[in-house]
């Protein structure tokens, strides 16, 4: 695979690049993810597995929510589809305070049902 330091290089050939994708996809699979989950305790426990996902978890829940794929979908297809209605968070909002506009056939948009 073609790396410098810890950055991942993209191929110009994105069939190459599929290939080395996979490869390192395989690579990984067999090393590390398949290992940590059959390396079992007594109880038939796999403690790394467990730390791992635990920590995976912890760290990226955040990124697969459905309040922030909600959000992704409004913003990025939902709102543009509608003939160009925009909607932006402001600069102090926190993640979970912002503005989505509805549509209701009869009452036309409302904000924040």
Do not use: C
């Not at 829940?61 to 939902?78: C, E, H, N, P, T």
């Amino acid at each position: 695979m073609s790396r410098t330091t810890d950055r991942i290089l993209e191929h110009a050939d994105a069939r190459q690049q599929t290939r080395l994708d996979l490869a390192a996809l395989f690579d990984t699979l067999e090393n590390e993810v398949v290992p940590l989950f059959y390396d079992q305790d007594d109880t038939g426990v796999p403690r790394a597995w467990v730390a791992r996902q635990k920590n995976a978890i912890r760290t990226l829940a955040w990124r697969f929510s459905a309040r922030r794929m909600l959000k992704d979908y409004v913003m990025g297809s939902y709102l543009p589809a509608t003939g160009g209605l925009t909607a932006s968070l402001a600069p102090t909002a926190s993640a979970a305070h912002y503005s989505v506009l509805f549509y209701d056939g009869k009452k036309g948009l409302a904000a924040n049902r």
